[in-house]
């Protein structure tokens, strides 16, 4: 049998054990791979058709409306382009005193086209967005 001479001058043995390293190693890497996935899947929603109070406000609301195609609107029926959205809200708001957005969409609309909207309002300094239901 072979046996590390541990007589002479050498006293300590410069080795490290690796093995309990590796194992858990390994075993945080299983535990990562068995939670990655069930972080990342949603959860099946069905969002609330109720609706809040009315908003009171002396001014007349300052709506943006997205239909179901995208087409943006602001007010009852003035058409704008997505790239326009900010700078036609900067020049409205400037005469306001209240400084609320809503935006109202079709549900069919593109929840991109939604967010889109919401950017550009945002960026346009426009920092109270809200989103308008029908009542249920």
Same mark, same amino acid.
């Given at each position: 049998?072979?046996?590390?001479?541990?007589?002479?001058?050498?006293?300590?043995?410069?080795?490290?054990?690796?093995?309990?390293? @590796? %194992?858990?190693?390994?075993?945080?890497? &299983?535990?990562?791979?068995?939670?990655?996935? =069930?972080?990342?899947? !949603?959860?099946? *929603?069905?969002?609330?058709?109720?609706?809040?109070?009315?908003?009171?406000?002396?001014?007349?609301?300052?709506?943006?409306? @997205? %239909?179901?195609?995208?087409?943006?609107? &602001?007010?009852?029926?003035?058409?704008?382009? =997505?790239?326009?959205? !900010?700078?036609? *809200?900067?020049?409205?708001?400037?005469?306001?005193?209240?400084?609320?957005?809503?935006?109202?969409?079709?549900?069919?609309?593109?929840?991109?086209?939604?967010?889109?909207?919401?950017?550009?309002?945002?960026?346009?300094? =426009?920092?109270?967005? !809200?989103?308008?239901?029908?009542?249920?």
């Amino acid at each position: 049998m072979a046996f590390d001479d541990m007589s002479g001058d050498e006293g300590t043995i410069s080795q490290i054990n690796v093995t309990p390293l @590796v %194992d858990v190693m390994l075993v945080l890497l &299983i535990i990562f791979m068995v939670a990655a996935p =069930i972080l990342q899947q !949603g959860v099946e *929603l069905e969002l609330p058709k109720e609706s809040i109070a009315p908003v009171d406000s002396n001014e007349e609301q300052l709506v943006v409306s @997205v %239909d179901k195609e995208g087409i943006v609107y &602001i007010g009852a029926k003035n058409q704008v382009g =997505i790239d326009d959205l !900010g700078n036609r *809200l900067k020049g409205i708001m400037a005469n306001r005193t209240d400084k609320r957005v809503f935006i109202k969409a079709d549900h069919r609309a593109s929840y991109g086209q939604v967010m889109a909207a919401m950017a550009r309002i945002k960026r346009a300094g =426009i920092e109270k967005v !809200g989103l308008l239901t029908d009542p249920s």
